[in-house]
């Protein structure tokens, strides 16, 4: 309809000579208008994504700290329960000597007592040479130092004991309150999921909404800029519409692997993984679909929940929500070279944090408002962007 609606106003311009008649510039009027009407309607449309953004943005980052918070709580855990072991293996070490020295206790009542050992000052009274009563009374004074010592030695084991199984109460109800903790957490994460969805359906929709908008108000325009061209300039062919062709789709099976000492970045080339499994769905360099703009990654789908992995060594840098790229984490490699992980549903990592090859460092998601899930994956020297593929292996 509006291919046939220029055609005439062209054949009206040649059919005049370049002039432009009452009725041209009352359509040239209301293509204008109509243009200011959508430009509005764009504004208004962009406020209100820009709303539903924030929101999106705030359920998003907490996903990734409850995330987060997850496996520190679950490390904890374990950390608990090796304590609780340790504590559980000295109290059985205790009870075992405290019951030896019961047993040695017993033995030195018995020789002592049972055997008819007179006291000092029958010993002293019994006539016997003042040498061999000394000795005696010497003997008798160790036995009795050695019992006291075996006393206290066993009182205090028993202390001891008693102290460790009130720390191990104390670990154990440590225990139970990280237990508590994490399923509370992981309400909150599926109360979060849920926002996340709500917000993200809101968003698609105005999204949706907007491409439409935006489609419209490009037609609108290159049909005024026809329309303007035909009318001043008669001779000159109206400009055809060139629809750009897509990359081709690959799919990649391998992801880096755990290595002790990485080289430097620049001789990894030729030897690098992506960072997720998953179908490549565009080429560096080519038109995105969506706004046309040149590619200077690329998209990774994946199932959310993927883990996304390091490609080499490198210190992260940057750890947040971006728009346009949701949770974002960027890996600075040294030499100038960085590798970008973009859309995460959660990232696991902090700004500072040293990563080794196939380190896992974030979860696939659809986060920064895109609606498939997977991973975006940049790699740039010294700011500038390059083709992944030239570095990496699919094979």
Same mark, same amino acid.
């Given at each position: 309809?509006?291919?046939?609606?220029?055609?005439?106003?062209?054949?009206?311009?040649?059919?005049?000579?370049?002039?432009?008649?009452?009725?041209?510039?009352?359509?040239?009027?209301?293509?204008?208008?109509?243009?200011?009407?959508?430009?509005?309607?764009?504004?208004?449309?962009?406020?209100?994504?820009?709303?539903?953004?924030?929101?999106?943005?705030?359920?998003?980052?907490?996903?990734?700290?409850?995330?987060?918070?997850?496996?520190?709580?679950?490390?904890?855990?374990?950390?608990?329960?090796?304590?609780?072991?340790?504590?559980?293996?000295?109290?059985?070490?205790?009870?075992?000597?405290?019951?030896?020295?019961?047993?040695?206790?017993?033995?030195?009542?018995?020789?002592?007592?049972?055997?008819?050992?007179?006291?000092?000052?029958?010993?002293?009274?019994?006539?016997?040479?003042?040498?061999?009563?000394?000795?005696?009374?010497?003997?008798?004074?160790?036995?009795?130092?050695?019992?006291?010592?075996?006393?206290?030695?066993?009182?205090?084991?028993?202390?001891?004991?008693?102290?460790?199984?009130?720390? @191990? !109460?104390?670990? *154990?109800?440590?225990? $139970?309150?990280?237990? #508590?903790?994490?399923? =509370?957490? /992981? +309400? &909150?994460?599926?109360?979060?999921?849920?926002?996340?969805?709500?917000?993200?359906?809101?968003?698609?929709?105005?999204?949706?909404?907007?491409?439409?908008?935006?489609?419209?108000?490009?037609?609108?325009? @290159? !049909?005024?800029? *026809?329309?303007?061209? $035909?009318?001043?300039? #008669?001779?000159?062919? =109206?400009? /055809? +519409? &060139?629809?750009?062709?897509?990359?081709?789709?690959?799919?990649?099976?391998?992801?880096?692997?755990?290595?002790?000492?990485?080289?430097?970045?620049?001789?990894?080339?030729?030897?690098?993984?992506?960072?997720? !499994?998953?179908?490549?769905?565009?080429?560096?360099?080519?038109?995105?679909?969506?706004?046309?703009?040149? +590619? &200077?990654?690329?998209?990774?789908?994946?199932?959310?929940?993927?883990?996304?992995?390091?490609?080499?060594?490198?210190?992260?840098?940057?750890?947040?929500?971006?728009?346009?790229?949701?949770?974002?984490?960027?890996?600075?490699?040294?030499?100038?070279?960085?590798?970008?992980?973009?859309?995460?549903?959660?990232?696991?990592?902090?700004?500072?944090?040293?990563?080794?090859?196939?380190?896992?460092?974030?979860?696939?998601?659809?986060?920064?408002?895109?609606?498939?899930?997977?991973?975006?994956?940049?790699?740039?020297?010294?700011?500038?962007?390059?083709?992944?593929?030239?570095?990496?292996?699919?094979?």
């Amino acid at each position: 309809m509006a291919s046939r609606w220029v055609a005439v106003l062209l054949a009206a311009a040649l059919a005049h000579g370049g002039s432009v008649c009452a009725s041209e510039k009352e359509q040239l009027r209301a293509v204008r208008e109509r243009l200011e009407q959508l430009q509005k309607a764009l504004a208004k449309t962009e406020r209100e994504r820009e709303r539903a953004a924030d929101q999106l943005r705030a359920s998003e980052k907490a996903i990734s700290e409850a995330n987060l918070r997850l496996r520190e709580l679950k490390q904890a855990e374990r950390e608990a329960e090796r304590a609780l072991r340790e504590l559980s293996g000295r109290m059985a070490t205790l009870e075992r000597d405290i019951e030896r020295q019961r047993q040695r206790l017993a033995e030195l009542i018995r020789v002592r007592y049972m055997g008819g050992e007179p006291s000092p000052l029958k010993l002293l009274l019994s006539g016997r040479e003042q040498g061999e009563t000394a000795r005696l009374l010497t003997y008798q004074a160790y036995v009795a130092r050695a019992q006291g010592e075996f006393l206290h030695r066993l009182q205090t084991d028993v202390e001891q004991l008693g102290a460790l199984e009130a720390q @191990a !109460r104390a670990r *154990r109800e440590e225990l $139970a309150a990280l237990v #508590a903790e994490q399923q =509370r957490e /992981r +309400a &909150k994460l599926d109360a979060q999921r849920a926002e996340r969805r709500t917000v993200l359906a809101r968003i698609s929709g105005e999204l949706r909404a907007q491409r439409k908008e935006i489609e419209a108000a490009k037609r609108d325009e @290159a !049909r005024l800029a *026809r329309v303007v061209e $035909a009318l001043t300039k #008669a001779s000159r062919d =109206r400009a /055809r +519409a &060139k629809t750009p062709g897509g990359g081709t789709v690959a799919r990649n099976e391998h992801v880096p692997q755990a290595s002790e000492r990485n080289a430097a970045f620049a001789e990894l080339k030729g030897r690098l993984r992506l960072p997720v !499994r998953g179908e490549l769905a565009n080429r560096f360099g080519t038109p995105r679909p969506d706004t046309g703009l040149t +590619a &200077k990654g690329l998209f990774i789908r994946a199932r959310t929940g993927e883990e996304v992995r390091a490609v080499a060594d490198g210190e992260v840098v940057y750890a947040d929500w971006m728009r346009g790229f949701g949770n974002l984490l960027i890996v600075d490699h040294g030499g100038g070279y960085m590798t970008i992980y973009g859309h995460n549903e959660a990232i696991l990592k902090r700004p500072g944090d040293f990563v080794r090859a196939g380190e896992v460092i974030a979860t696939v998601g659809a986060t920064g408002g895109n609606e498939t899930p997977g991973l975006y994956f940049e790699m740039r020297h010294l700011g500038r962007p390059f083709d992944p593929l030239s570095w990496v292996s699919l094979k």
